[in-house]
C-alpha cells in the first residue's frame, strides 16, 4: 500500500551496478503473472534503466495504461495464453486488468511500432499439450523498438516449455518461453 517497489528495485538495481561489473545498457525485467505486471510497471516508471521487459501471463490495468508515461520507448514481448483463468486474456471489468490485444496495442502505438504485425504460426510440435501458438512482431518502433506477443491458443495460466504444467492449464510445449525472452532481450540496449 505504502510500499515503493519501483523505488526499491530502481535501488536494488543500483546497488547490484556497484558491487559487480553489469552492463547497465542491458538491464532486463521479466516475470510471470504478478512478475509480469510489475515488469510492465518498471517499462512506465523506469525506462532509463530498463532496456526491454516481458511479461509471461501478467497484464496492465486499465488505469496503468491511461497513466504510463516512459522516457523512452521500451521493447516488449508478451506471452499469454487465450484460456487464462487467472489473469484473462479478455481482461476483466471486475480486477480492473486490460484485456491483452489493449496492452499490445498501447506499446505498438508507444514505441511507434508498425501498426500490422507479422504473424508467424509456431509449430505445432506436442499435440498433447493441447494448445498452439501464434507469433505477432510488430517491428520498426522507434530507437529500433518491436513488440512482440506469442498468443497461447487454448493456453492456460503457465510458462511455455516449462516441464512440470499445472493442473487444470494447458502448457504449451511447442517452444520454451525462457530460450524465446532471452533471445527478445539480447537484442536490445538502453
Not at 552492463?23 to 521479466?30: L, Q, R
Not at 512478475?35 to 509471461?56: N, P, T, W
Not at 502448457?171 to 524465446?180: L, M, R, V
Request: net charge negative; charged share 15%.
Amino acid at each position: 500500500n505504502n510500499i515503493d517497489d519501483v523505488g526499491f528495485l530502481s535501488n536494488l538495481i543500483d546497488t547490484i551496478i556497484s558491487q559487480y561489473n553489469i552492463d547497465t545498457e542491458k538491464v532486463y525485467s521479466m516475470g510471470m503473472s504478478n512478475g509480469g505486471f510489475m515488469s510492465y510497471r518498471l517499462a512506465c516508471e523506469l525506462s532509463d534503466k530498463i532496456a526491454a521487459i516481458a511479461s509471461v501471463t501478467g497484464s496492465m490495468c486499465e488505469n496503468q495504461i491511461t497513466s504510463c508515461s516512459p522516457n523512452k520507448a521500451v521493447p516488449v514481448m508478451q506471452i499469454h495464453g487465450t484460456a487464462d483463468p487467472t489473469v484473462s486474456y479478455g481482461g476483466s471489468d471486475f480486477s480492473g486488468f486490460a484485456s491483452i490485444d489493449d496492452v499490445v496495442s498501447y506499446w505498438v502505438n508507444f514505441n511507434n511500432c508498425d501498426s500490422e504485425p507479422i504473424l508467424d504460426i509456431v509449430p505445432d510440435n506436442n499435440i498433447l499439450d493441447l494448445c498452439t501458438a501464434e507469433h505477432y512482431v510488430y517491428d520498426n518502433g522507434s530507437n529500433g523498438s518491436s513488440v512482440e506477443l506469442y498468443k497461447i491458443i487454448n493456453g492456460g495460466h503457465t510458462w511455455p516449455g516449462a516441464a512440470i504444467p499445472l493442473a487444470g492449464n494447458n502448457t504449451n510445449q511447442d517452444f520454451n518461453a525462457s530460450q524465446f525472452i532471452w533471445e527478445f532481450f539480447n537484442k536490445y540496449n538502453i
